[in-house]
């Protein structure tokens, strides 16, 4: 009999590391696959377009939860899956990162027996006021199978006292996802729209602590201000802190191009060939390591230190940002760089070899399931 595997996507970074996953188990014997998108993040470019141009099958199924406070989102993703999966009755739900459609679908999940694996486990912050790390720690505790981007994951969840057969260091899917797609990156539409030329930074702001209070915002556009009075600076602006860094001035210097949200390859062919990368994303920070471009994160952790011990980034503050592009640009480009172990574009075969392991030895254990449609094969 085969098992039903459903995969919850949701937000803008589960794309390019759901990708390859679905892509790996679809070889996989036995394994029939459904792919749910929680509708956390809908706007096109948020969303439609990575499907597209990463082969993506459309979603089986959209929840269609749109955006609202934690506990809101969160429940609307509850409430929706506990009837999906007690009509379908998986034998595992895969859960992506650390976004709320990821918690949600980890607590529906354990509460009903059924298993659970985890894409990206055990990165820490070790910052509370980060909703990801509340999402990070929970899903890992409920978690029947976590597969790790890092060692230092790998250790994390030991501290935390997950058994050590859990626990799978497996590389980084989102590499894989860069690594396929690379040469199809296309940052030539966006520079010539931009009339760029020269040297350029990207930047990409989204996290609550740097764009949802107004202080923090008004200081935000002063630091990046004092950069772009060094180099053009371009940034696909995340909808989430839009109207407060308008509202602060963020647009009111000659040097900020302020976009909306790119595809996947435009954005990765504009930060290939950009000089320096301004972030607090999660996924840009990994994505620079492998593509030799200095990252400057603009928080003051990371759960992802590989990037900095094995890359590229270095954390930085507002008061410290102007500084340090001073100094990336006038130390010029990498000639070589180092990048973080098994970040080979082969992390999804080694998760879909661990999925589909574990499945053959808990083959019965999983809830019998319906006719359900499985995702365009
Ligand atoms: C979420 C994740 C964050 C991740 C980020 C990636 C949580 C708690 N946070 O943050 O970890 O780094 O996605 O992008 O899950 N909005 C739109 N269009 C959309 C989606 C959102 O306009 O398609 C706007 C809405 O005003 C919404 C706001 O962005 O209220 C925030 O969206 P939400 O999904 O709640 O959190 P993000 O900040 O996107
Ligand atoms: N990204 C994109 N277009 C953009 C900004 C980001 O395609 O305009 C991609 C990029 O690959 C990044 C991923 O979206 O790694 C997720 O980014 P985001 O910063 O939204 O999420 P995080 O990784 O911080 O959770």
Redesign the pocket.
Known sequence: MSQLVIHIT????NFPKAAPVIEALRERQGIRQLLVHTG????D???DIFFRQLGIPKPDINLGV???S?GR?TAAVMFALEELFEDLGPALVVVY??????VAAALVASKMGIRIAHVEAGLRSFDMTM??EI?RLITDRLSDLLLTTSVDAVAHLGHEGIAPDKIHFVGNPMIDTLLKHRSSFDGEEVRADLALEGDYIVATL???GNVDDPVDAAELVRAMHAVADQAQVVIPL???GRARLEAAGFLDHPQMRVIAPLGYLEFMGLVSGARAVVTD???VQEETTVLGVPCLTLRPNTERPVTITHGTNRLVSRSDLAGQVRAVLSAGPLETWPVPPLWDGEAAERIAAVIAGYLVIHTGLGKPHSAASPVEQ
């Open positions: 949701g937000a803008r970074p956390q993040h809908y706007d470019k948020m969303s749109g955006s609202g934690h989102q990162g650390d976004v709320n459609s990821t909703p990801e999402n989204h996290r609550p995340h909808p989430r994303s999660g996924g």
